[in-house]
């Protein structure tokens, strides 16, 4: 079974800091492109941030540049992202999701959902004093 597990939210105050883990089975995660999204409640769902296979090239949105790190440790078939100085605006549910197949325009694209075929069920993170 191809499956991804999110694990991780919880309450943080703000100036906090969170790490989310995204655990894989099924698959090898190191040879498909990982992203991040996130979706707050009456928002659509955004990305977050994405870590392409091969190269390990990283991307991110522009709120959460300079906050956030994406990393993965294939030895674990596990990526994460790590969220430091954190923001109410932060909170949202968070998912991660998976690319089983090439894109070409991966760079230009990756915070497109439709990249994207396999989805963990999410985890909630809340900012808040």
């Known amino acids: 079974q191809v499956q991804l597990v999110e694990s991780g939210g919880g309450l943080v105050q703000p100036r906090g800091s969170l790490r989310l883990s995204c655990a894989a089975s099924g698959f090898t995660l190191a040879y498909h492109a990982i992203g991040w999204f996130r979706q707050a409640p009456g928002k659509e769902r955004e990305g977050v941030s994405a870590?392409?296979?091969?190269?390990?090239?990283?991307y991110y949105a522009d709120s959460v540049k300079g906050r956030f790190t994406i990393s993965r440790d294939n030895s674990k078939n596990t990526v994460y992202l790590q969220m430091n100085s954190l923001k109410p605006e932060d909170t949202a549910v968070y998912y991660c999701a998976t690319q089983t197949w090439y894109s070409a325009t991966y760079d230009y694209n990756w915070a497109r959902e439709g990249l994207y075929d396999y989805w963990g069920q999410g985890t909630q993170v809340t900012v808040s004093s």
């Open positions: 870590i392409r296979r091969s190269d390990g090239n990283t």
